[in-house]
């Protein structure tokens, strides 16, 4: 077709008001203009600024969004995988629970690229945070701040995020600089950290904690309040993600930054530079990790001593 035709067809489509049907479209070129994007807690701001994240890119690139909470549980998560697979060009799949047997045999469920957020796992597409430097950098400051003996409540164990934390707490605790005290897991929400985790690390003797995310660490503010416990005067507090909450919490929380919209963006071009690759041609899959930064603010503060 010649400019000048194109460019007649164009003029005459906007002064009529047409617009391409998705569905038409779709049988000639193959594509849905759909992306699926799962989480694990829709209640969880952290997974709700991704979904926007992911929408915001998406949108930009002419495709719409479906979204699926999994609840945390790995049989709703692959359920999602089944559902949407036939009806988006691919799925930006963040902080899985399946586990990497699980994950290698998403093949025989379907031939739509995944693109895994916040999970990393050989074979696989994905953008990380570098959560073990974020830990550290939490560490480091409570040590500059005369803390010398810290408690960390930790997640969900088999996380994969979980993992990274604990590995950056791990390196830390091996310098000798600061005594860790590990209370245990807990389930990374609010109650997480009023239930039991909070009178563990009172009793501990700490004078700081590191929670595992920003929710666990308000559960933690809150039953420190209970039980007359000023934060950060009497205890010190550090989380984790940056949610939005962090900074109009009552003290505002010290937290590591995850790069929350730049990851979604990310895992987003990432699947659209995989739907780019020619049928048959064998391209590695890429992982990024994208740096990660302490926040200061009123949630820790120096050591009083003697």
């Not at 759909?34 to 694990?40: F, S």
């Not at 934390?165 to 109650?191: C, N, W």
């Not at 660490?217 to 939005?244: N, Q, T």
């Not at 937290?255 to 659209?272: I, M, N, S, W, Y």
């Amino acid at each position: 077709m010649s400019e000048v035709t194109r460019e007649r067809v164009r003029a005459a489509a906007d002064r009529l008001g047409y617009r391409p049907n998705r569905a038409a479209r779709g049988l000639i070129t193959g594509r849905t203009g759909h992306v699926g994007v799962i989480v694990p807690d829709l209640l969880n701001p952290f997974f709700a600024d991704i979904c926007k994240g992911v929408q915001a890119r998406a949108r930009g690139l002419g495709h719409a969004v479906f979204v699926s909470d999994t609840e945390r549980d790995e049989g709703l998560e692959m359920d999602a995988i089944r559902t949407l697979a036939p009806e988006v060009d691919g799925i930006v799949l963040c902080a899985p629970q399946l586990s990497s047997e699980e994950l290698r045999s998403l093949s025989d469920v379907t031939d739509k690229p995944i693109i895994l957020l916040h999970r990393k796992e050989p074979g696989f597409a994905s953008v990380t945070a570098d959560l073990v430097e974020g830990m550290t950098d939490a560490l480091t400051h409570l040590h500059a701040l005369g803390h010398r003996r810290v408690a960390y409540v930790g997640g969900p164990r088999s996380t994969w995020t979980a993992q990274e934390r604990a590995a950056g707490i791990e390196a830390m605790a091996s310098s000798g600089k600061v005594e860790i005290i590990q209370v245990g897991s807990v389930a990374p929400h609010f109650d997480g950290g009023i239930t039991g985790a909070a009178d563990v690390v009172l009793a501990s003797g700490a004078t700081a904690v590191v929670a595992f995310n920003d929710i666990v660490a308000f559960g933690l503010i809150s039953r420190f309040s209970a039980r007359k416990v000023r934060v950060p005067d009497e205890m010190s507090v550090v989380g984790c993600d940056d949610i939005a909450l962090a900074g109009m919490a009552a003290p505002p929380l010290t937290t590591v930054h995850v790069p929350k919209a730049h990851a979604a963006r990310a895992a987003v071009d990432l699947l659209f530079r995989t739907l780019g690759t020619p049928a048959g041609e064998d391209v590695e899959p890429l992982q990024r990790v994208l740096p990660t930064h302490l926040v200061v603010r009123g949630s820790t503060a120096a050591i009083e001593r003697p």
